[in-house]
T-cell receptor
Framework: DTGVSQNPRHKITKRGQNVTFRCDPISEHNRLYWYRQTLGQGPEFLTYFQNEAQLEKSRLLSDRFSAERPKGSFSTLEIQRTEQGDSAMYLC?????????????FGPGTRLLVL | AQSVSQHNHHVILSEAASLELGCNYSYGGTVNLFWYVQYPGQHLQLLLKYFSGDPLVKGIKGFEAEFIKSKFSFNLRKPSVQWSDTAEYFCAVNDRTGKLIFGQGTTLQVKP
């Protein structure tokens, strides 16, 4: 399967714990995006990378959130001191750098539940 | 700031009925518009996209959408829905960085 993969698919944690999610984009896709989706809403942009450079962060990304893409391939999203409001589906997408007309391909997401 | 509004949050249709899902966006510049679909238990998939040219675009599985610039709309249509079209549908616009701004989504339930 050469699509975008995300791990884990589900994560249950207690409030205050740290969690880390991983995204493996389609190989050779330079751009990698993270989104968050809560129930009944569309995905909301969190941040994106061009290769290893993080080029934009949404105001939704509080200082408890950090994302990396160290070698320009896979990316990790870490949430420190989780809160119940962090419960959501975290989606990763990738695309070639090209123009803004390029299609983003989404992974299956990681569903986080904070108890 | 760009935004996308989807008017119908939950639509229930019988098989063979026609479908039209509304989508309006706010953005003053050149727009790239997308419809994504999420089938139960699956990830988001692209249905169709519009960049320029013919305002009527055709996508996969018999879907089409019409871009009406004067109305800032990009409505999704299908002449005859099937039970397998049951899914959540998202309209989106992207900005120059490529990030997508999504609407709230419309849940479509097709009764057999």
């Amino acid at each position: 399967d050469t699509g975008v993969s995300q791990n884990p698919r589900h994560k249950i944690t207690k409030r205050g714990q740290n969690v880390t999610f991983r995204c493996d984009p389609i190989s050779e896709h330079n751009r990698l995006y993270w989104y968050r989706q809560t129930l009944g809403q569309g995905p909301e942009f969190l941040t994106y990378f061009q290769n290893e450079a993080q080029l934009e962060k949404s105001r939704l990304l509080s200082d408890r959130f950090s994302a990396e893409r160290p070698k320009g391939s896979f990316s990790t999203l870490e949430i420190q001191r989780t809160e119940q409001g962090d419960s959501a589906m975290y989606l990763c997408a990738s695309r070639p750098s090209g123009t803004s007309q390029e299609t983003q391909y989404f992974g299956p997401g990681t569903r986080l539940l904070v108890l | 700031a760009q935004s996308v509004s989807q008017h119908n949050h939950h639509v229930i249709l019988s098989e063979a009925a026609s479908l039209e899902l509304g989508c309006n966006y706010s953005y003053g510049g050149t727009v790239n518009l997308f419809w994504y679909v999420q089938y139960p238990g699956q990830h988001l998939q692209l249905l169709l996209k519009y960049f320029s040219g013919d305002p009527l675009v055709k996508g996969i599985k018999g879907f089409e959408a019409e871009f009406i610039k004067s109305k800032f709309s990009f409505n999704l249509r299908k002449p005859s829905v099937q039970w397998s079209d049951t899914a959540e549908y998202f309209c989106a616009v992207n900005d120059r960085t490529g990030k997508l701004i999504f609407g709230q989504g419309t849940t479509l339930q097709v009764k057999p």
